[in-house]
């Protein structure tokens, strides 16, 4: 069965400090992976990855994929009290439009 | 970045009457729309996709009689909720994606449904 496992479900840091989110997913015939970060309403896209070892980076965030072991993480530094969100994980599959949410991780930063 | 609109943002409803929801890609041609069902605290739970000029592929456990997605048009899909009951209470999103699969797909706003 196809999945995607974030981790962890929940984070608490405080301002400054540097979090890693992670991504571990089974899905066959995979095709891309996506970063999406959710405040109060709909998700705003961040990253779509799709080779491995090559880092993507906007500002404080980056991430990168690893498709032998079959993760990603999302890299936080300096973070801020408006990173405080849940951030989601989707894995899209070759085969039609098939894509697989993680059940988020939700980030809180406080000051 | 392409944007997606979702309208109405908040709607409350008798239960059993019907509302529609729609979502438009305002920027770009949507061949392909999302739609996804999301619980207080859950992730997205995919409930349909649907491709412009076709009939839409629901997921196993949704009520392609209850939820009708119409896709008419390469901008605009929109969601009805056919005689509505308060569990059908939740928030729905859209998402698009431009062009052939492989291009990120894009967020609507999402829309609150409240059936009281």
């Known amino acids: 069965e196809d999945k995607v496992v974030q981790s962890p479900l929940s984070l608490v840091v405080h301002e400054g400090d540097t979090v890693t989110l992670n991504c571990s997913y089974e899905?066959?015939?995979?095709?891309?992976l996506l970063w999406y970060k959710q405040e109060k309403k709909a998700p705003t896209f961040l990253f779509m990855l799709?080779?491995?070892?090559i880092e993507k980076k906007s500002g404080r965030l980056s991430s990168i994929l690893d498709k032998k072991e079959l993760f990603s993480i999302l890299n936080i530094t300096a973070t801020q009290t408006g990173d405080s969100a849940i951030y989601l994980c989707a894995v899209e599959a070759l085969t039609g439009n098939q894509f697989y949410f993680g059940t988020g991780t939700s980030l809180t930063v406080i000051p | 970045g392409a944007v997606v609109s979702q309208h109405p943002s908040w709607v409350i409803c008798k239960s059993g009457t019907s509302v529609k929801i729609e979502c438009r890609s305002l920027?770009?041609?949507?061949?392909?729309m999302f739609w996804y069902r999301q619980f207080p605290k859950q992730s997205l739970m995919l409930m349909a996709t649907s491709n412009e000029g076709s009939k839409a592929t629901y997921e196993q456990g949704v009520e392609k009689d209850k939820f009708l997605i119409n896709h008419a048009s390469l901008t605009l899909s929109t969601l009805t909720v056919t005689s509505a009951h308060p569990e059908d209470s939740s928030f729905y999103i859209c998402s698009a994606r431009a062009g052939s699969t492989g291009n990120t797909i894009y967020f609507g706003e999402g829309s609150w449904l409240t059936v009281v």
């Open positions: 899905v066959t015939n995979f095709r891309s």
């Open positions: 799709t080779s491995s070892g």
């Open positions: 920027d770009f041609q949507a061949t392909t």
